[in-house]
C-alpha cells in the first residue's frame, strides 16, 4: 500500500504526464495546420520542411522532434478522422434513410475536411500520391476497405430491421454508395457545386433496392397510372 507521499507523488506524475500529452497534441496540431497551409500554397511536392517550419513558427529540429519526415506529416494528414468516420458510417441507417445518409456522411465528412483547410486540390493531389507512395497506397486502401466494412454492416441491420428490400445484397449496395461517395468527392472541385441537387438523384436511384418486390410493382403501376 502507498504511503500518502507516495501517493501524491503518483497523482503528480499523472497530471504531468496528462499536460505533457495535451502539450505534444498542440504541437502536432500546429505543425499539421501549417504543412497543411503549405501544401494549399506551394503543393504537395514543393512544399518543403522549411517551408512548414517558417508556417509554423519553429525550428526545424522541434518540429522533427513530432514528425521524423515530410511524409509522415502527409500520411498524419491521411489519416485524420478515420475513426470518426467508420463510427458514423457504421451508425448512417440507425436514423436516417439510405438517401439522407449517402448525402448527409458525405457532406459531415467533407465539413471535416474544411475545418482543416484540406481543398479539393489538395485532395486530388493526395490521390494522385497515392500512385507513387506505397506508404500512402496502403493507409487509402486500408481506409476504403474500413469504409466499405462499416457501411455494409449498417445496410445488413438495415435490411433484417426492414428499412431496405429482403433481396438486397449488402455487398453490391455498398459497392455502389462507394462510387457515388468518391464521384461526388471529385465533383467538388467545380465552383457551383452544390449537393443538395443530387439528392432527388439518388432517390430515383436507390428506389429499386428500397421497396420489397410486390411494392415496387405496386409503386410502378401507380406510376404508370398517372402518366
Not at 496502403?138 to 454492416?153: M, N, P, S, W, Y
Not at 410486390?214 to 403501376?221: C, F, N, R, T, V
Amino acid at each position: 500500500m502507498s504511503t500518502p507521499v507516495m501517493g501524491a507523488l503518483g497523482n503528480k506524475g499523472h497530471k504531468m504526464r496528462k499536460v505533457d500529452e495535451a502539450n505534444t497534441e498542440a504541437k502536432r496540431t500546429t505543425i499539421l495546420r501549417a504543412a497543411i497551409r503549405c501544401f494549399n500554397k506551394f503543393g504537395l511536392q514543393n512544399a518543403s520542411i522549411q517551408d512548414i517550419c517558417r508556417e509554423a513558427g519553429m525550428r526545424s529540429g522541434h518540429l522533427y522532434y513530432y514528425y521524423p519526415s515530410k511524409d509522415a506529416i502527409i500520411e498524419e494528414m491521411c489519416l485524420m478522422g478515420t475513426e470518426e468516420l467508420v463510427d458514423r458510417i457504421d451508425h448512417m441507417l440507425d436514423t436516417r434513410d439510405i438517401v439522407s445518409a449517402v448525402v448527409d456522411i458525405h457532406q459531415e465528412a467533407e465539413e471535416g475536411r474544411q475545418k482543416w483547410e484540406i481543398t479539393p486540390a489538395l485532395r486530388l493531389e493526395l490521390a494522385a500520391e497515392t500512385t507513387r507512395n506505397e506508404r500512402l497506397r496502403d493507409i487509402d486502401e486500408d481506409q476504403t476497405a474500413r469504409f466499405a466494412e462499416a457501411a455494409r454492416r449498417a445496410v445488413s441491420r438495415a435490411r433484417e430491421e426492414g428499412k431496405l428490400n429482403s433481396k438486397l445484397d449488402p455487398a453490391h449496395f455498398v459497392d455502389i454508395v462507394m462510387l457515388l461517395w468518391f464521384g461526388i468527392g471529385w465533383r467538388r472541385i467545380e465552383r457551383d457545386f452544390d449537393l443538395e441537387r443530387y439528392r432527388e438523384a439518388f432517390a430515383l436511384l436507390f428506389e429499386p433496392w428500397l421497396l420489397e418486390p410486390k411494392k415496387l410493382a405496386k409503386s410502378k403501376k401507380t406510376t404508370r397510372a398517372k402518366a
